[in-house]
């Protein structure tokens, strides 16, 4: 095992400066953040004002050059993903890469066979795994208190707001895709952690509201080898924010609603089955703190870093996850051209 060295000996570098890159600066736990990367100038300068001796640059490959920077964080639109992290692990960077980490899987198993060369470690951002109420059904799932998971049903969405339909998220060309590619992707990735891999994909996207050329909702239908079906919805057009995953075992289920702030109270229900059978032994947990998440996934990351593990969830499980968004839009596009002939 590697030494464990403390999280301030790893120099970061974030590449993207907007929400999300600000939201990873302050969950770097102590790390040093020398560079902060944007093609917008003032952005770049607006975080690397926020923490002393940080650089502000344009350019990314300026970071990269710089022995002192061990590790950096991607949080660039969707098209700007993969290559930045593709120049990240070529040059021997760590990566942790916001989700869904590319375009397509195609693009990541480039990254996977560049980092397998440099040795470099790839976490993708599925930060959602590292809240409370994802934890303890995790915790709940792997004690066998459910008994052999059956299926389970997700549930995520948003309302947008005006002129959503005019920002990044819906031209194809920067975000890849609508809905299924933004929220979705965190609903299969929670999916495939409980159920396993999925053998069986179907579903489609569709556009019922928003002005754009992307979706506004998609619903998938996912299988294993075993028949453990996940249902799954992602939508924005929700108008209410929400969060909701149900995973029913034989001997019991759990469900999670919320996800704090806009999405309301996180909370767990773990619903346990009686020898008699009729209503359920009931317990509540609930999570009234503050989102840790970035900072527990950041902190996992470091220690993917100091201790040469491969991160979970790292390329594999964003390989799969992008492979079933890929047939669930091929799916999409073939039913739309079959309806275009009739």
């Not at 999280?7 to 990873?24: D, E, M, N, Q, T």
């Not at 299924?180 to 495939?192: K, P, S």
């Not at 909370?267 to 970035?294: H, I």
Request: aromatic share 8%; hydrophobic share 40%; net charge neutral.
């Amino acid at each position: 095992m590697k030494d464990r060295q403390p999280p301030s000996a790893i120099g970061f570098a974030i590449i993207g400066c907007g929400l999300i890159g600000r939201r990873r600066a302050a969950a770097l736990n102590g790390a040093r953040l020398l560079y902060a990367c944007d093609v917008d100038p003032s952005r770049a300068a607006d975080l690397a004002r926020l923490t002393p001796g940080c650089q502000a640059v344009t350019d990314f490959a300026s970071a990269l050059r710089d022995p002192a920077v061990g590790a950096v964080i991607v949080a660039t639109p969707n098209s700007s993903l993969a290559p930045v992290s593709l120049a990240a692990v070529r040059a021997g960077r760590h990566v942790l890469v916001e989700k869904p980490g590319a375009f397509t899987a195609a693009q990541l198993e480039d990254v996977q066979s560049a980092a397998a060369l440099s040795g470099a470690k790839v976490r993708i951002g599925y930060n959602h795994r590292f809240h409370p109420a994802l934890k303890k059904a995790r915790e709940l799932v792997d004690s066998g208190a459910l008994g052999p998971l059956m299926f389970l049903r997700g549930r995520y969405g948003h309302g947008g707001r005006k002129g959503y339909d005019r920002e990044w998220r819906a031209d194809p060309k920067l975000s890849g895709g609508g809905e299924l590619i933004d929220q979705g992707v965190h609903l299969i990735d929670l999916a495939g952690w409980f159920l396993g891999e999925f053998t069986i994909v179907d579903g489609h996207c569709a556009t019922f509201f928003w002005d754009m050329p992307v979706e506004d909702n998609a619903f998938l239908s996912l299988r294993t080898g075993a028949g453990q079906t996940a249902w799954l919805h992602a939508s924005c057009t929700e108008w209410k924010n929400m969060f909701s995953l149900e995973i029913y075992g034989r001997d019991g289920k759990v469900a999670i609603e919320g996800l704090g702030g806009s999405y309301g109270p996180e909370r767990l229900t773990f619903y346990k089955m009686l020898p008699q059978m009729g209503p359920p032994e009931t317990t509540v947990w609930e999570f009234p703190a503050g989102d840790a998440s970035w900072s527990l996934e950041t902190a996992a990351f470091i220690d993917d870093i100091r201790l040469g593990r491969e991160p979970s969830p790292g390329l594999s499980e964003g390989i799969r996850t992008l492979e079933i968004v890929g047939q669930i839009y091929r799916k999409t596009k073939a039913r739309k051209a079959e309806i275009g002939k009739s």
